[in-house]
């Protein structure tokens, strides 16, 4: 474990050794590489699990290509885009639609999130149940997305889902969302991401919102799927 730990680190310029004062640390256990909040111990840790937890039960029961970020991006019969997710994350949709056989690039620039992601990808890759298909639709990308959205070849959609602040207390929100607010902070280039997206996608843009936030940049999508808690704007391309 301790060399993988330091393969990460070096990969994504993170510090390694226990001296850094910040309450957020990456630590590598028997179940992945894990953030934690050491201020706040009782949220647990956040890992990259594509195999197993909520990933594997919306892949297994989420209702396949009838969902709703199925038909955000365009999926129908004898269609099955490829995808850009510009802001993954924990990489969490993005393995939804690459299980439903859309090729998926992943996309993360804040070092300590994309040693998490790929940590995750790289324990999806050697999972006996979906370790083929991993390893043949999914690839991970560290850097700046608007760079990233230009250097790496056109896809059919590109898939934004970018911070936005919870109106909900920090009781109801969850784990993940709450360390990861305090880790990246709000993504203040998300209107200029659109604008480049847009341009760069072959057939649309998706941008994943809650269902109380206003449009991103003020542009009024396309149309709309909405979901109970979200909704997913669809902008089609400009190109």
């Not at 590598?28 to 949220?43: I, S």
């Not at 993005?94 to 040693?115: D, F, K, N, T, Y």
């Not at 324990?123 to 999914?138: E, K």
């Not at 608007?146 to 909900?168: G, K, N, S, T, W």
Request: glycine share 8%.
């Amino acid at each position: 474990m301790v060399a993988s730990a330091k393969a990460l680190a070096k990969q994504f310029a993170l510090p390694f050794g226990g001296g850094s004062s910040s309450d957020l640390q990456l630590v590598m256990t028997v179940q992945g590489l894990t953030l934690r909040d050491r201020q706040q111990p009782k949220l647990g840790g956040v890992t990259v699990d594509w195999a197993a937890g909520s990933v594997a039960h919306r892949r297994n029961f989420g209702g396949g290509r009838g969902q709703a970020i199925a038909k955000a991006v365009g999926m129908k019969q004898g269609q099955t885009p490829s995808v850009l997710d510009a802001t993954a994350g924990l990489g969490r949709d993005a393995m939804v639609l690459a299980s439903l056989g859309c090729q998926v690039s992943l996309v993360e620039r804040h070092p300590a999130v994309a040693a998490l992601l790929y940590d995750g990808y790289q324990r999806a890759c050697l999972n006996v149940d979906i370790g083929d298909w991993v390893q043949q639709r999914v690839s991970c990308h560290h850097g700046e997305s608007e760079l990233m959205i230009a250097e790496l070849p056109r896809h059919d959609v590109v898939y934004l889902d970018p911070m936005y602040p919870h109106r909900q207390k920090s009781a109801a929100i969850k784990k993940e969302m709450r360390v990861f607010q305090q880790l990246v902070g709000a993504d203040l280039d998300a209107e200029s991401l659109l604008a480049v997206a847009r341009q760069r996608a072959n057939k649309r843009v998706v941008v994943k919102r809650p269902d109380y936030a206003e449009f991103l940049a003020g542009e009024k999508p396309h149309h709309q799927i909405v979901t109970k808690k979200n909704r997913f704007d669809v902008y089609m391309s400009a190109s």
